[in-house]
């Protein structure tokens, strides 16, 4: 009888988890200012839900900030599992003591977080900073070793004999990758694009002191109008904007999301 009951009191649990907090920025995105002074769970008792979009895509000039968003995560998304992949391909396939600290360096940078002040410094030195290029590569450097961790994974489960196959085809080393293993490291590629997605598009903190009033991003730009006092009170704009600069990763993270599931299985797991 517990079996039984576990699978749904899972399902009852995820739905209270993510569904409580959903509900709870629609219904005050959907709100008129009064009603979402302190907001809560109860449903508007008008729904201005598309009023209020309308409004705050004008008012806090969303497209630009969208631009810079993509701007910067598009590149940081390509370059990261390119480099990742090809590295992760590498350090997989060899057993060297060598191989072993090299892969150990690479995904420090998981539990290592990096120094602000030192990345801030590094970028002036470079005259980088403030710029994309800047920002870019600082999530390169945060971000590799996520990538390098899932593919790392998932290459050792696939047998060696098919890159041996190639091979003895004449296939060389960048042949091999592009043709035998990029196309089976696609589930764990769209893993790790969810998740670099996920914290680069999210991201204030690193954002904030690298191109913080130069480049607009989502992010900065809701916490810009925030703190102006534009949106002071203002709950059910605020809960719109979120929900307006959540619903790409939303549609992303439901199309892949098969890949997601059998990438986290595959490659973290084993």
């Known amino acids: ?69 993509l701007l910067i995560v598009v590149p940081t998304v390509a370059i990261v599992l390119v480099l990742g992949s090809m590295a992760a391909w590498v350090l997989a396939r060899r057993t060297s003591r060598l191989t072993a600290v090299l892969y150990a360096l690479g995904i420090s940078g998981i539990i290592l977080p990096p120094a602000v002040v030192t990345v801030v410094l590094l970028l002036r030195q470079l005259g980088l900073a403030g710029t994309v290029t800047g920002m870019i590569g600082v999530y390169v450097g945060i971000y590799l070793s996520t990538v390098i961790f899932f593919v790392a994974g998932f290459v050792r489960t696939i047998p060696s004999s098919l890159e041996e196959a190639a091979q003895i085809d004449g296939a060389g080393p960048l042949a091999v990758f592009r043709r035998v293993v990029l196309p089976l490291l696609r589930p764990v590629l769209a893993t ?79």
Not at 8 to 14: D, H, K, P, T
Request: glycine share 6%; net charge neutral.
């Open 192 to 270: 790790a694009t969810i998740l670099i997605c996920l914290y680069v598009w999210n991201d204030v903190f690193y954002a904030f002191f690298v191109i913080g009033g130069r480049i607009d991003t989502l992010p900065l730009n809701l916490f810009q109008v925030a703190s102006a006092g534009l949106y002071l009170n203002n709950w059910h704009l605020i809960f719109a904007y979120v929900l307006l600069m959540s619903l790409p990763l939303i549609v992303t993270f439901a199309v892949a999301q098969r890949k997601i599931i059998s990438g986290i299985t595959s490659g973290a797991v084993k």
């Open 1 to 69: 009888m517990t079996r039984r009951l576990q699978p749904f009191a899972a399902i009852l649990l995820v739905a209270v988890v993510i569904g409580v907090p959903l509900w709870l920025v629609v219904a005050t995105a959907g709100k008129s200012q009064g009603e979402a002074v302190d907001p809560d769970l109860s449903p508007p008792t008008t729904w201005h839900l598309w009023e209020n979009l309308r409004r705050v895509w004008t008012d806090a000039d969303i497209p630009a900030a969208l631009f810079g968003s």
